[in-house]
């Protein structure tokens, strides 16, 4: 990076251009409610002969002058080279460029016809004056812009170098003229792509917060993917071998790199993209939009599409039909991406290097798998994690917290975590309670211990500066160990968070590990505490920098700002100049709240030794290798109650599985009816918490009613119920880099009705979530892909087809089908998963259209460190075929003292009734329900931790 002082700034950044549609045949561009578009309107009956012939003269004055407009812009579009001084050859190579293929060459608002052309860009405003396209570039880039071109090359099995040299200026400040490309065979599912200035050292993501994989033998000779460049004129593709698909073209646009800009831009094999947070928007992007998704870290309620709490550089693209691949920018400084019809995307950073991975899939599943063997396996969470969580800022006392949660208990509501918020603290100063209000804290989580529950309590990341010396061990320790954020070489940044002047620790800086695990110790001496909620991480600032203001340099105002929401990067954060260990915060500050969770998760392991429990707002891709996330300040509206479930899913795919919204909304009231809706689907969240603000009414599920309790208390105990499944979902993941919560089109590769539906989900592969969205309804349509499908509630056969349906839908109860093939473990619940885990376990059998089912169960203790590590757990597969359901363990590491037995067994799908039932070779009693085609074993006693063979006849 270029010191500051040598930089110069640019215009202001862009602001979407409105221009208008070029051809009214482009239907897809259209924009309904553009005010450019009217209904047509007849005149009013009773017009005199003078209004008539005024409203005709006035008519056809103003087809003459749109008809000379439209002369105008078509002489100018079409003789614009005549009168200007590109040549005719640059002009042959703009007209052929259709508008969806058209990408920016000059992303400011003051974009003028001159300074497009000494660019050496096309210009060529949309000529159709009535309709409206929301950001069509006027100013674009040639088919033959010149840029780097291939000097030297060199090339091994494993690896091929370029050095790439431009002659030519881009109009960007301090471009890098010399470029090292690094094309790594790494696996042969990943190609990892570098470019670099071989000649000055620049930010890289640091390894010690992100890991970073090496390469395996098998890419040598088993490559699905084959690499392709141009020399001349330099371009990439890379092309998947079996097929030749192209799913990566850089032929398009303009490579650029510059020390605060770099652009790199790229055709994609299809308009199905996912991916790209942290964004509150539907889970399929619409490309005809031509959506700009901004990575930036920022603290502010969600809202549609603007940058959000954290920063998710990594896409999946379905091709068809049936196949996906992905791509993912190890890149933490601010961040645009620009989704364009062609179908293509274009990258912008404001620093950094460009480090690129591409996935080849085939399947979304395997995309995320290998996503994740670059980034971090998730973390397995600790058994109660998974239970529900009651929480709201402001309690107000620990007298208060006990009653919400005895209010709770009482109505038989299944509970495992009750929550702090900030209120608990003294003066909002970390690692201190108030001996006022919460006084009784001690006491209380000793009886919510003695109750089987846990606790979790806010920290937030900025330390107090206001307390006298000697009276604040979190600020002198660490004035002592030198570990905060400097805003130069000596003085540290000051800013305001709650308890009035800050400093912020430089989590990047290694002794702030030690800093953080003294403090937390320290706290945990006091309260013992289980979790940790990690709050205002993005960094929050409640003034714009620091209480002093920032520098006037190209670090605070580049040269090209990402469309943030507050248009300035130090909106409500630090000074982009600040200075931390792993460089300036202009670089790190996507990565502030994922350095903070490391240190956090590596001090509760110190201080537990068991698993940490952490939940953090602020995430960035490995993140879930230590904490979940919490979808932030969402509001008590049926839309965010909508957008939740997108959001989920995008987690799940960038590898944070242990993922949730806080339940009935945490700004505003919430209804009784939208409160109720939401516990429903709440309880399919991965991280299941009833949350909300201050200065609300209640809403912890006794809060609403008999109704309410009732309803909240039947969906809670099927996920309870459901607790071994979910967990061996979580095994998994953990493992092998898989979903939890997973969109329909993970498990229907070749159906595209599944590419966009959000409104439904599944767990794993077995169980699909059809929940309520709407006010007033009590009906509900549910896409069923073509699989067997039985209502969980009854084992009914709802569909053996792809087809939609409407189903009931009362407001007690959410629709939960379970899909044919996949076997569901589950245990008797209670209303807490320490008593849960004493009980007797049970299987939901449904088969599929061959009679075929399998299923799998982990079970280990629930809280110690490394168990799959270690292989201290169990791991139990149930197959079923030819109406004999099996058990094959793999591993019996794992035995609790309760034992595991096995006390029902439910077989959905059995179309002819049996006459006899075995387990073992001896006959048992069973049920057989003759409309549900549902075959019951109950009242056995089968040990796990041994085989067993249950046949019928």
């Not at 309803?711 to 493992?735: D, G, M, N």
């Not at 299987?843 to 599929?848: A, K, M, Q, S, T």
């Not at 460190?865 to 292989?871: G, I, V």
């Not at 549900?932 to 063979?949: E, Q, R």
């Amino acid at each position: 990076m270029m010191p500051a002082d040598k930089m110069e700034a640019e215009p202001v950044p862009l602001n979407d251009i409105e221009p208008f549609i070029e051809d009214a045949d482009d239907r897809d561009l259209l924009i309904s409610d553009s005010p450019y578009v009217r209904s047509k309107r007849l005149p009013p009956r009773g017009l005199s002969k003078i209004t008539k012939f005024t409203f005709s003269l006035f008519a056809f004055i103003a087809v003459l002058v749109l008809f000379s407009v439209f002369l105008m812009i078509l002489t100018r579009q079409w003789d614009f080279a005549a009168t200007h001084t590109p040549s005719v050859d640059i002009m042959s190579s703009c007209h052929h460029i259709p508008e969806g293929r058209r990408f920016d060459c000059y992303p400011y608002s003051n974009a003028t016809e001159e300074k497009c052309l000494e660019r050496g860009c096309c210009w060529r405003p949309v000529a159709n004056p009535l309709i409206v396209r929301k950001s069509v570039p006027y100013c674009y880039y040639p088919s033959d812009y010149k840029g780097y071109a291939v000097e030297e090359m060199s090339e091994t099995d494993t690896e091929t170098r370029l050095v790439l040299n431009r002659s030519t200026e881009t109009g960007y400040p301090d471009e890098v003229m010399k470029l090292l490309v690094e094309v790594i065979y790494e696996t042969s599912e990943r190609l990892h792509i570098k470019i670099t200035d071989p000649e000055n050292e620049r930010y890289e993501v640091p390894t010690e917060l992100v890991r970073r994989p090496t390469a395996t033998d098998s890419a040598t000779t088993k490559k699905k993917y084959r690499f392709e460049f141009t020399e001349e004129r330099f371009s990439m593709k890379v092309i998947r071998e079996d097929t030749g698909l192209v799913l990566l073209d850089t032929d398009h646009g303009a490579f650029i790199y510059s020390d605060q800009f770099i652009q790199l831009s790229t055709l994609l094999p299809s308009q199905y993209i996912y991916g790209l947070g942290e964004h509150m928007s539907k889970l399929l992007y619409t490309l005809n939009t031509w959506d700009v998704l901004t990575m930036w870290d920022v603290d502010r309620p969600p809202i549609p599409d603007a940058n959000l709490y954290g920063s998710y550089p990594f896409y999946i693209n379905m091709e068809t039909p049936g196949t996906a691949h992905g791509f993912l920018l190890m890149n933490s400084n601010g961040l645009d991406v620009i989704l364009q019809p062609a179908p293509a995307i274009t990258w912008r950073a404001i620093g950094g290097i460009l480090d690129m991975y591409i996935f080849m899939g085939p399947s979304p599943a395997d995309v995320v798998r290998q996503y994740i063997e670059v980034v971090g396996h998730p973390i397995l969470p600790p058994y109660w994690g998974l239970g529900f969580h009651l929480c709201r800022w402001n309690y107000g006392s620990a007298n208060r917290t006990r009653f919400i949660n005895e209010r709770n208990r009482n109505a038989s509501i299944p509970l495992d975590v009750q929550w702090n918020d900030i209120d608990y603290m003294h003066e909002y100063l970390d690692f201190e309670y108030s001996m006022n209000r919460y006084k009784e804290l001690p006491q209380l989580i000793d009886e919510l211990h003695g109750l089987g529950q846990h606790y979790v309590l806010m920290t937030d990341p900025a330390i107090s500066a206001e307390q006298p010396s000697g009276e604040y061990p979190a600020y002198d320790r660490g004035v002592e160990l030198d570990i905060f954020v400097k805003m130069n070489d000596t003085a540290y940044l000051i800013g305001e968070v709650w308890p009035g002047k800050t400093v912020y620790p430089d989590f990047t800086n290694p002794d702030s590990e030690t800093y953080w695990t003294e403090m937390m110790a320290d706290l945990h001496t006091k309260v013992d505490f289980d979790g940790v909620w990690l709050d205002m991480n993005e960094p929050t600032n409640m003034v714009d920098g620091s209480v002093f203001g920032c520098q006037d340099n190209t670090m605070e105002h580049p040269v090209y700002l990402p469309h943030v929401v507050d248009d300035n990067l130090y909106t409500k954060t630090l000074c982009m100049s600040a200075q931390q260990k792993s460089g300036l915060h202009y670089d790190v500050h996507n990565l502030y709240g994922h350095s903070e969770l490391l240190r956090t998760s590596r001090a509760m392991t110190t201080i537990r030794q068991k698993r940490p429990f952490i939940i953090s707002r602020s995430t960035f891709s490995s993140s879930g290798r230590y904490a979940g996330h919490w979808l932030g300040d969402n509001k008590s509206m049926w839309e965010y109650l909508v957008s939740s479930i997108p959001e989920i899913l995008n987690f799940n795919m960038f590898g944070i599985p242990l993922v949730g919204a806080d339940i009935c909304g945490f700004d505003k009231n919430a209804t009784s009816e939208l409160c109720q809706r939401w516990h429903q689907l709440g309880a399919f969240y991965p991280f299941a918490r009833n949350h909300n603000s201050n200065n609300t009414i209640d809403q912890d599920p006794a809060a609403f009613g008999q109704e309410m309790i009732e309803s909240t208390r039947k969906v809670l105990l099927i996920r309870y119920k459901l607790l071994p499944y979910l967990y061996t979902l979580f095994f998994e993941a953990h493992t092998q880099g898989s979903t939890v919560a997973r969109p329909l089109f993970f498990e229907f590769l070749d159906d595209e009705d599944t590419y966009d539906i959000d409104r439904q989900f599944l767990w794993g592969a077995g169980l699909m979530i059809t929940p309520v969205l709407e006010k007033n309804v009590k009906k509900v349509e549910a896409y069923f892909p073509d699989a067997l499908w039985y209502d969980y509630y009854t084992g009914y056969l709802v569909s053996s087809e792809a087809q939609v349906l409407l189903l009931n839908a009362p407001i007690d109860t959410i629709n939960l089908h379970v899909r044919g093939g996949v076997i569901l473990p589950y245990q008797h619940p209670e209303v807490t998963t320490t008593a849960s885990r004493n009980n007797d376990f049970g299987l939901i059998v449904p088969l599929d259209e061959n009679g075929i089912a399998s299923g799998v169960l982990y079970w280990d203790d629930g809280d110690s460190l490394n168990t799959t590590e270690d292989s201290g757990y169990t791991l139990i597969r149930f197959y079923c075929a030819d109406n004999i359901i099996s058990s094959h363990l793999e591993s019996i590491a794992y035995e609790p003292s309760s034992g595991m037995i096995l006390g029902v067994v439910e077989v959905y799908g059995v179309n002819t009734q049996p006459t006899e039932v075995t387990l073992n070779g001896s006959p048992e009693h069973f049920d057989y329900n003759q409309v549900a085609k549902v075959l019951n074993v109950t009242g056995i006693s089968v040990n796990l931790m041994t085989p067993f063979v249950i046949s019928w006849i």
